[in-house]
């Protein structure tokens, strides 16, 4: 069983956290500081590391590298209210693995742990190539979270990157729109389907050739939309 330290100091998202994954089958253990974040990850009796940005004591960046500089090697996920936080995260190297930004969708973030744990068992470094997924010039990266096009990464927002992954993880099926708000907002989230389709429009003029007849990002009339890879 899997042992995952969660820094988190609001109470209510520290104890949706600590519930959804010990229904996982996780033990978790939920601190609410930065430094005693430090003081716990360092017992080296962790497997991964949820790691909000916004803490008091020390903040999710400096803990971040503090701990890798001190030698940790676990997988710690960064968890980002702001869009600008998970900029920084990328342009600045604060040695994390992966980040989520709230509010995150529980399944999307139970994958992202589920991932980053395989990447951690003995030749899971293979397990890189299920984390990109491949069609046509493009390449959808779950860990660096981006979108490239023949090597060259895309000016991408992350939700068209999350509806991207919901679609291509469900290749060749439909997904209505209900079923892509609660994957890509997260359940109890209010968005217009209006919204879902305008991401989609986005979306379709940064890959698709012919906007106008999708090649990948299909609708499906009446229901929702479906990747054709
Ligand atoms: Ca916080």
Redesign the pocket.
Known sequence: MAKILVV???AGIAFGLESDMQTEGYEVKVVADGLEAIRQARTGAFDLILL????PGKDGFEVCRELRRGGLKIPIILLT?KAQEAEKIVGLDVGADDYVTKPFSPRELRARIRAALRRLAPGGAGDRAENIFKFGPFELDLIRFELRRDGRVLNTTTTELKLLNALTRNKGRVLSRDKLLDEVWGEGIAVTDRVIDNHIVALRKKIEDEPASPRYLVSVRGVGYRFDG
């Not at 909000?52 to 803490?55: A, F, G, H, I, S």
Request: zero cysteines.
């Open positions: 988190e100091d609001e909000d940005v916004m803490l209210a």
